[in-house]
């Protein structure tokens, strides 16, 4: 870590980390899916943004609330980041199956929409590790 824990860090971090991941769905979602709608496009550019402000606010929890547990990043991030794309993949399933569909086949090993929750879970680990890294964790990020 660099500097004192600061939560401000771990969110710009999150954020910066979520907005290059948003633009690259952006800018590449159309070859995967001519039809895409722009909505959609702003859909995931402005979700992975938040994406990444939600797992870098959640950096201040280094136990479980409730139980007490240890709660390390490389725990907590993959969590969240896959709650969040499982949230996701509820609530636009139409549109996320037809990505997958388009980019593995109708009969393609992959094509079940539910894979997003495993990269929701990959990107959740590489901006907890980030965030961790030069933003720190723990209360001592909220400045108690």
Not at 40 to 48: A, D, E, Q, V
Not at 56 to 82: C, E, K, M, N, T
Not at 83 to 92: I, Y
Request: hydrophobic share 55%; glycine share 14%.
């Amino acid at each position: 870590m660099l500097g004192n824990p600061s939560l401000m860090t771990r969110v710009a971090i999150g954020k910066g980390i979520g907005l290059v991941v948003g633009i690259i769905g952006f800018v590449f979602l159309p070859s995967f899916l001519p039809d895409a709608d722009l909505m959609l496009r702003w859909g995931i550019l402005l979700w992975y943004t938040t994406f990444g402000a939600i797992v870098g606010v959640f950096g201040v929890f280094d136990s479980h609330p409730v139980l007490q547990l240890p709660l390390p990043w490389y725990i907590r991030a993959p969590a969240i980041g896959a709650w969040l794309n499982f949230v996701l993949v509820f609530f636009a399933h139409d549109a996320m199956r037809a990505v997958m569909t388009s980019v593995f086949g109708a009969d393609g090993a992959l094509q079940s929409p539910f894979w997003f929750v495993a990269e929701g879970a990959i990107i959740g680990l590489i901006i907890g590790f980030f965030a961790t890294r030069y933003g720190g964790e723990g209360a001592a990020t909220a400045g108690r």
